[in-house]
């Protein structure tokens, strides 16, 4: 049986009448208490054309978002851009008790102000559902604080001060979202430490099955995916962690495997560079010399 098209929504106020909503303040920015959702058994995917970031606290209600599924039983922030697939599913005879919030956000309202191209640099947007941001009481309390000031604003007689009080507190909202996602990378050591021993064991298979002449450098990408995380999350989680990003990682593997056959190999440089998956050895010595401050010959030499 052919899995069901996603439905696109291309409008805020679409969203609004399709979960049985009243009409939006604002055609561009909404904020919308989940208890005021109607939810339905067996929901199609869906499509959005503009941003949402959700505070959500959930019994019975699972978020699907591409292929993986998170269930949501205490406060988590997730964040979700334009065109991205995700639906969301309700066990049968589930007794729904959610609460939080979703603010709605369409690109148009960001028109000509800070957040039109900065809202982009927020690499959260780009997270699975099983990266999302689990919050504290107090992390909890200081966001429905911000999303207060939206609504609040919202409610208020437009003027030519709205919109600019309401990018602020948006500036705000994502400045804290950095800061908690930055704690969880340090708080949530187990979680977080085991990718770090999982990346290491695979990067040394990988290298140790000579898959370097056959596949050459593995990709972040190829990484994220085989530890099952997204490619930005897996970043931000190492940045934070070891300083380095992912391609870093890989890099210092690299010379490592490049040091070990120097040091315990008769292997010429243009040998070792082609076994390294460089087309080139010029390339690899210009690689090596920039890691090391040393040329692969002057690195062996210190062993002789």
Known sequence: MASQ??????????????????APLHPLISVINYTDIKHANNMPSWILDFYSISMKRNAGTKLRYGQQQYDFDEGILFFI???????????????????????????????NTTLAKAIKKHEYFDY???????????????????????????????????????????????????????????????????????LEDLLTKYFNDEQLLSK???????????????PNYL?????TLTGQSTQQHIHDKL??????????????V???????????PQSFSKFFKTKTNFSPLEFRQSFN
């Open 5 to 22: 098209q996603p439905y696109r929504i291309k409008t805020i106020t679409e969203f609004h009448r399709i979960r049985g909503l009243a």
């Open 81 to 111: 851009a334009p065109k991205q697939v995700f639906s969301v599913e309700v066990a049968a005879n589930a007794a729904v008790n959610h609460s939080g919030w979703i603010l709605l956000i369409h690109p148009d309202f960001l028109w």
């Open 128 to 198: 699975s559902v099983h990266e999302a941001l689990f919050l504290s009481q107090k992390e909890e309390t200081v966001l429905n604080g911000i999303i207060e000031n939206i609504r609040q604003e919202q409610n208020a007689n437009i003027d030519k001060f709205s919109q600019e009080i309401i990018i602020a507190q948006l500036e705000l909202l994502f400045v804290y979202a950095e800061r908690f996602y930055q704690r969880q990378f340090i708080t949530r050591k187990i979680a977080n430490h085991g990718i770090l021993d999982r």
């Open 216 to 230: 050459g450098l593995p990709t972040v990408q190829y990484i994220a995916d085989a530890l099952n995380v997204s």
């Open 235 to 239: 970043s931000g989680l190492l940045k």
């Open 255 to 268: 010379i490592e495997k490049a040091k070990e056959k120097l040091s315990t190999t008769t292997l010429s």
């Open 270 to 280: 243009s040998e070792i560079a082609y076994e390294l998956g460089f087309e080139h």
